[in-house]
């Protein structure tokens, strides 16, 4: 059952997705070298603390999660690219860190992530992150009225194609409103026509990952959520919360 909201509802969406956006746009300021993953997650938990919002984060278990989740972001180093728990790791000069936080305000979630370097930059690191900003960007511009979640996820899966850039299907987008994680699944690949078909209400977040280099193969660290890449290449993360309306797609996580 995949739910429509009402234009009052995506609103509703919209001031959560305020504060996520504000979340990560400190823990952004705040990184850098020396700076612990852990000192970053209070950063975050002191903008929806100061917000009234509830993270959606702490305390989550799936099923592949061996024990909930222990911060209000995820923070994920270099090879680790989702799900990364923050602990007491320093970050260090030329480090790609991915940031990923969800909250919900009144009941109503956004969820949303970003990747940035730390102090020196690698040029294929930047080259990574702004083709997966590219990638959301065209997800984004196809989930319009009318289209099918093939041709998000296909939009995606291109952009990812032709940089050579390593993909997994096995996470990836969701259905949110009430809940963090409501249907649909929104793939990051796919083929264009198939799929679910879009209407005005329907709010995805849509969020492609990729690695360096064509693998696709994860492990997942003892700590039972932090997932990296197997060869050890370098990924990065993008995500927005994004309602689908009669006027196009409205992203309800935008950062300034």
């Not at 969701?174 to 690949?189: A, D, L, Q, S, W």
């Amino acid at each position: 059952m995949v739910d429509l909201k009402t234009a009052a509802e995506i609103e509703q969406m919209r001031a959560a997705g305020r504060v996520v956006a504000a979340a990560l746009t400190a823990v952004k300021k705040e990184a850098a070298v020396g700076v612990s993953l852990r000192e970053l997650d209070e950063v975050a938990r002191d903008v929806l603390k100061s917000a009234g919002a509830v993270s959606l984060f702490e305390g989550y278990q799936p099923g592949f999660a061996t024990k909930p989740f222990s911060g209000v972001i995820c923070t994920s180093v270099n090879d680790a690219v989702l799900h990364g728990l923050p602990s007491n790791l320093r970050l260090a000069d030329g480090d790609l860190l991915n940031v990923d936080c969800g909250a919900s305000v009144d009941g109503w979630c956004a969820d949303s992530a970003t990747s940035f370097t730390i102090g020196t930059p690698r040029a294929e690191d930047l080259e990574l992150i702004e083709t997966t900003e590219q990638a959301l960007a065209a997800g984004i511009a196809a989930a319009v009225p009318g289209a099918r979640l093939g041709d998000v996820g296909a939009a995606i899966g291109e952009i990812g194609r032709r940089a050579g850039l390593g993909t997994n299907l096995d996470f990836g987008g969701h259905g949110i409103g009430r809940r963090m994680h409501e249907e649909p699944h929104v793939p990051n690949g796919g083929h264009p026509g198939r799929g679910l078909k879009l209407r005005a209400g329907h709010v995805i977040a849509i969020e492609p990952w990729f690695w360096h280099g064509p693998g696709s193969v994860y492990v997942i660290d003892d700590d039972g959520w932090t997932l990296r890449s197997a060869d050890k290449t370098r990924g990065a993360h993008a995500e927005h919360t994004v309602a689908i309306t009669p006027e196009g797609p409205q992203i309800l996580t935008a950062r300034g």
